[in-house]
């Protein structure tokens, strides 16, 4: 794989001002040889959006591609896999598509300020992901005992739990205002996006009808309404028969492309190949997931 970049770098966009009135002056330590008077109060921005963008020198005559993570993740997703191997930012790179690469609002480099919304974060553990996303059975989890088909690379699980991140519950809102206002900047563009981001682009979708030229959709938390405008791909992976959650959404899936005149659904594991997680754009077939997808981003 060899491409040239001809820009690459990121902006922020949305948000909102918000106002602290509480609390008092305080001297804090901030390195071992400095302090200084902190003032919690004044003024914050919060609920910004993170975008990094990358042009190739050989850009297509295409829409460019924007991908939206999953819950309790960020934009490093769809970069290098956590065994090493180049992820979907740099496929599509490689086949001359402009990407901008999302970290939606609290995730990521977006960062976050404590004390803004009221509930407190979650953070998913191991023991959860290895069920959730359908690596193996859990009772394997201590033996990381996979499914035997299994295309996710089970020996670099550990590297995909350092790459979670706090998430908190309530900011749908907030995050689908985010990803309107990257549609709002870039004009019309295509969506990839995962779990939880299905929900959020699905959203963006209904506010901005016209703005999509394509979504490929990984297993998404959410469907969009036969109103959808534009092509859509949706890919699922295998073993959605583990969880009684996973096989009622899987008829979503369907349902969903039956009713929207321009949509196809993926069963990736005849498709392209058995064995696939909910994490099919790290899975070890992962490209060829991809390729099977890229007729919706036009």
């Keep these: ?57 050989r850009a297509r005559d295409a829409p460019p591609v924007v991908l939206v993570h999953g819950g309790g993740m960020h934009g490093a997703a769809w970069e290098t896999t956590p065994d090493g191997r180049p992820g979907w930012l740099h496929l599509l790179l490689d086949r001359g598509r402009e990407v901008h690469v999302v970290d939606l609002v609290e995730r990521g480099r977006a960062g976050f300020a404590a004390g803004i919304w009221e509930e407190a974060p979650i953070l998913r553990s191991a023991e959860e992901a290895w069920s959730l996303f359908r690596i193996g059975p859990p009772n394997g989890f201590a033996a990381r005992r996979a499914f ?10 550990d590297d995909l739990m350092r790459r979670m991140a706090p998430r908190w519950l309530s900011n749908t809102a907030a995050q689908t205002a985010g990803l309107v206002a990257v549609l709002d900047r870039l004009g019309r563009c295509a969506i990839v996006c995962h779990s939880q981001g299905g929900e959020i682009t699905f959203d963006a979708a209904a506010a901005r009808p016209d703005a999509l030229a394509g979504v490929l959709a990984v297993e998404p938390s959410a469907v969009p309404g036969p109103a959808l405008r534009c092509p859509l791909t949706i890919l699922a992976g295998d073993h ?13 899936w369907r349902r969903a492309c039956d009713a929207i005149e321009d949509a196809r659904y993926i069963d990736t594991a005849r498709a392209v190949a058995p064995g696939g997680s909910h994490m099919l754009m790290i899975d070890r077939h992962g490209a060829e997931c991809l390729e099977a997808g890229l007729g919706a981003l036009g």
């Design 1 to 57: 794989m060899s491409y040239v970049l001809r820009d690459f770098g990121s902006y922020t966009v949305g948000g909102r001002v918000h106002r602290v009135t509480e609390g008092a002056p305080r001297e804090v330590q901030f390195t071992r040889s400095a302090s200084y008077t902190f003032d919690p109060r004044g003024h914050f921005t919060v609920e910004q959006t993170y975008v990094q963008y990358f042009i190739p020198e």
């Design 148 to 157: 035997a088909d299994q295309q996710f690379p089970v020996d670099a699980f």
């Design 240 to 252: 959605l028969d583990a969880a009684d959650h996973w096989t009622r959404r899987a008829a979503d």
